[in-house]
Antibody, heavy 124, light 108 residues
Framework: QVQLQESGPGLVKASETLSLTCDVS??????????WSWIRQPPGKGLEWIGY???????NYNPSLKSRITISTDTSKNQFSLKLTSVTAADTAIYYC????????????????WGQGILVTVSS | EIVLTQSPGTLSLSPGERATLSCRAS???????LAWYQQKPGQPPRLLIY???SRATGIPDRISGSGSGTDFTLIISRLEPEDFAVYYC?????????FGQGTKLEIK
């Protein structure tokens, strides 16, 4: 059973950098069959895709956040990470990590496993 | 960017009734690359349907998806108490991946 677990600070000051890590168990970040993704959800609101990464280095970011985000993998630790710079109150959200199942080996896929999420609050 | 619009915003039904949720895309979703998720309070979304109509592992057959192009539907044929939640559609045809704003299915 694949499990994902987010970790990182729950409180970040405005203008600083949000850093989160997702630990993966029951599966390998180094598997070619999946992308690894971050999604966020402001409290009481809908879902926003942030970006994904493949262990080979293929990366795709949401253009709305592209200038501020970096997603990376560490296959030795079987984890992947998110950095979001210059945060504001608008970045307050529950951040989820998720696995992207690449359907029929295509370069597109859906989110089949999710972490429980971590609430990150940006304080002024 | 493909914008997904879900309707209705809130659906009030009773257990045993049939629920029909709609997801309309601003442009055609290639290859029916559309998924549906269920989210309960305090939990992450759970994959229900992918490829517009394929049920994910462990999803009961009273939950079904259909549609193509720009119009997609999620049907729950006989509502059980555990089905009352928020439902999101999501397209993975084009980047950026986008979600609908959600439909809240509440007990009448």
């Amino acid at each position: 059973q694949v499990q994902l677990q987010e970790s990182g600070p729950g409180l970040v000051k405005a203008s600083e950098t949000l850093s989160l890590t997702c630990d993966v168990s029951g599966g390998s970040v180094g598997s070619g069959s999946f992308y690894w993704s971050w999604i966020r959800q402001p409290p009481g609101k809908g879902l926003e895709w942030i970006g994904y990464i493949h262990y080979t280095g293929t990366i795709n970011y949401n253009p709305s956040l592209k200038s501020r985000i970096t997603i990376s993998t560490d296959t030795s630790k079987n984890q992947f990470s998110l950095k979001l710079t210059s945060v504001t109150a608008a970045d307050t959200a529950i951040y989820y990590c998720a696995r992207v199942f690449l359907w029929f080996g295509a370069s597109k896929g859906y989110f089949d496993y999710w972490g429980q999420g971590i609430l990150v609050t940006v304080s002024s | 960017e493909i914008v997904l619009t879900q309707s209705p915003g809130t659906l009030s039904l009773s257990p045993g009734e049939r629920a029909t949720l709609s997801c309309r895309a601003s442009q055609s979703v290639c290859n029916s690359y559309l998924a549906w998720y269920q989210q309960k309070p305090g939990q992450p979304p759970r994959l229900l349907i992918y490829g517009a109509s394929s049920r994910a592992t462990g999803i009961p057959d009273r939950i079904s998806g259909s549609g193509s192009g720009t119009d997609f539907t999620l049907i729950i044929s006989r509502l059980e108490p555990e089905d009352f939640a928020v439902y999101y559609c999501q397209q993975y045809c084009n980047s950026p991946y986008t979600f609908g704003q959600g439909t809240k299915l509440e007990i009448k």
